[in-house]
């Protein structure tokens, strides 16, 4: 499994990539994130 996070979702809740958990694996753009939920069969947000 590999997880992302869009960078908007970061700046939307005021948050730095330091505070993430250690078993995110990158920071992404909003474009890469749709892009590969419309591929997906299973999307989590929350």
Do not use: F, K, N, W
Not at 28 to 38: E, Q, W
């Amino acid at each position: 499994m590999v997880l992302h996070v869009c960078s908007a979702a970061l700046q939307l809740h005021e948050m730095t990539p330091d505070e993430l958990i250690e078993e995110i694996d990158d920071v992404v753009g909003a474009a890469p994130m749709i892009a590969a939920g419309l591929e997906s069969d299973l999307v989590l947000t929350y």
